[in-house]
């Protein structure tokens, strides 16, 4: 629990930055710790606490854009473009690093290294350098004591989160988990062993493809030699940013349009291959990742976020895709009961309701109107307010989708979406139903089949065996059958009572009118004070049964 008198030095710098920026639900949590429902600041406002608490808090942020299933859509685009302000750590700092990771003298390793940074970001900044080969490079080196910095702010992340589990809210999305689940994320951008890893990765993964020419697309080499955990040292490349780029240059010889065009599909066809063939993919493709080089090719750079979809989600999701450009609301529907990790929701008319509703919108749209990615967006929020848990990595799937479809449209704003996507489904489902590998599918179709061919005649046996002794059983299980299966059972023994207790009254009576001894006289007594009783229990049954009416 948090207390202004019981700080340090870093909670209080958090304090002064959440109450200068009148976040009032927060200088309660933080003062005395009292955990009412939170009421999340406006979108600037967070960006703004989040940009003045530091980098930590900036990366956290970043995060949060990938999780549309939490947050609704003004907070995910306030914080995708969130960027940190941090100045450049002076050389002589950077210096020290470098030789502190390196363990030997810098000249022996690099013949230069430029000392002004050509980026700065919240983990690291950027050089530009040589090898003793001769090779130009871009050397990350981490921003000193960051690591320190990023513990101490996980605990107070961490903190925070279980106190707000103690809400309704903090139950409902699981934040002490979600808090676990940023810090391992953020701890792991921390190791740029990982992020040499991915890159590895995904260039090995683009290095084939029946979808576009390889040779077309660049992702830098790692130089493994010169890397450590706190540096990494990739390939230079001479480019610009895909928006900046001027595609008038030689040694393309083609109109500037028809390049656009080209350049297009190669990313869509790029990015799409590693969504649903690869399944791990380069989760943040925003047009300063994309470099169109001078020898034009074109470039994906900076892999430290990426996200990863098994086998089950790509199919879900590729058959998403043909729901979404089909407007079938009733398709959406079943197919995020299939992604969710917390079956089905609490309305199914509801939700189907909620996605005829964002579909109907599309209804008059040509499909080079269609936001394809704003639509998956949507997905997720309709998921979130019918309390569906979706898995994480498809906020990173959307994400990776918003950033490439917005940098398509910005670099290319005639593009058909539908126009790149309809030639990869056909070949997406024939890898569905076939696989990559046709023997091997095939092979295993044959022993399906022969399992099912043994299988079958013992069954049919069992079956016939039963229904000629007539012992055939059919084990059925209705929903809300068993609630009206009592409610009947109840009516019928009241009914039942009801008989008795008239036969009673009317057996006293008839005993009553010809009663000329006092035993005939007892017997009726005792007969009008049973029905008597029993007649008041009845009642009184009814009654609290709340169904007199």
């Not at 009947?488 to 009241?494: F, G, L, Q, W």
Request: charged content about 20%; some cysteine.
């Amino acid at each position: 629990m948090f207390s202004l008198t019981q700080t340090s030095a870093r909670q209080r710098e958090i304090i002064e930055v959440v109450l200068g920026n009148g976040w009032d639900y927060m200088r309660g949590l933080l003062t005395v710790g009292k955990a009412d429902n939170p009421q999340i600041p406006p979108p600037e406002v967070l960006r703004n606490i989040l940009v003045e608490l530091g980098p930590f808090y900036v990366k956290l942020g970043q995060l949060m854009s990938t999780r549309p299933d939490l947050l609704p859509p003004n907070y995910i685009k306030a914080l995708t473009a969130l960027q940190a302000n941090v100045p450049p750590i002076p050389w002589t700092n950077i210096q020290e690093v470098l030789i502190e990771e390196l363990q030997q003298p810098l000249e022996s390793i690099f013949n230069y290294i430029n000392p002004d940074p050509i980026a700065a970001g919240s983990i690291g900044q950027i050089h530009r350098g040589t090898l003793l080969n001769g090779t130009e490079v871009a050397i990350k080196i981490q921003r000193p004591s960051i690591d320190k910095i990023v513990a101490q702010d996980i605990t107070l992340i961490k903190g925070i989160a279980e106190l707000v589990a103690l809400t309704e809210f903090g139950q409902n999305y699981d934040i002490v988990k979600l808090a676990d689940e940023f810090a391992q994320a953020i701890t792991a951008e921390l190791d740029f062993t990982q992020e040499g890893y991915y890159t590895d990765r995904i260039r090995q993964n683009l290095a084939k493809s029946s979808w576009f020419d390889p040779k077309q697309l660049v992702i830098p080499q790692v130089y493994w030699e010169a890397s450590t955990k706190k540096i990494l040292v990739l390939q230079w490349l001479n480019g610009q940013p895909i928006l900046q780029a001027d595609l008038s240059l030689p040694p393309i010889e083609t109109s500037i349009q028809k390049r656009k065009n080209e350049i297009t599909t190669l990313l869509f066809r790029a990015f799409f291959q590693q969504l649903y063939i690869d399944g791990f993919f380069h989760a943040d493709p925003h047009p300063g990742n994309i470099f169109y080089l001078e020898d034009g090719r074109v470039a994906i750079i900076d892999c430290g976020m990426v996200g990863r979809l098994d086998p089950r989600t790509q199919q879900i999701l590729t058959e998403l895709l043909l729901a979404i450009f089909d407007l079938d609301a009733q398709g959406c529907t079943q197919l995020t009961i299939e992604l969710s990790e917390s079956g089905q929701p609490a309305s199914l008319e509801r939700l189907k309701n909620d996605y005829e509703r964002i579909l109907r919108k599309y209804y008059d749209l040509s499909l080079a109107q269609f936001n394809f990615s704003e639509v998956v967006y949507e997905i997720l929020q309709i998921a979130r307010q019918n309390k569906m848990r979706v898995p994480g990595n498809l906020g990173l799937y959307a994400k990776c989708l918003a950033n490439l479809e917005g940098a398509a449209r910005q670099f290319n704003p005639s593009i058909n979406l539908f126009d790149e996507i309809k030639p990869l489904m056909t070949d997406l489902f024939r890898r569905q139903l076939i696989g990559d590998t046709p023997l091997q599918t095939s092979l295993r179709t044959v022993l399906d089949l022969k399992s099912i061919y043994l299988k079958t005649p013992r069954q049919v046996e069992i079956l016939l065996d039963r229904l000629s002794s007539e012992t055939l059983q059919w084990n059925l299980r209705l929903k809300e059958l068993e609630p009206l299966r009592r409610s009947v059972d109840a009516s019928a023994n009241r009914l039942s009572f009801s008989i008795v207790l008239g036969s009673l009254i009317m057996g006293a009576a008839i005993i009553s009118t010809g009663s000329r001894t006092q035993q005939l006289t007892l017997i009726t007594d005792v007969l009008f004070a049973a029905a008597s009783l029993l007649g008041m229990w009845l009642l009184i049954s009814i009654l609290r049964s709340g169904r007199l009416k």
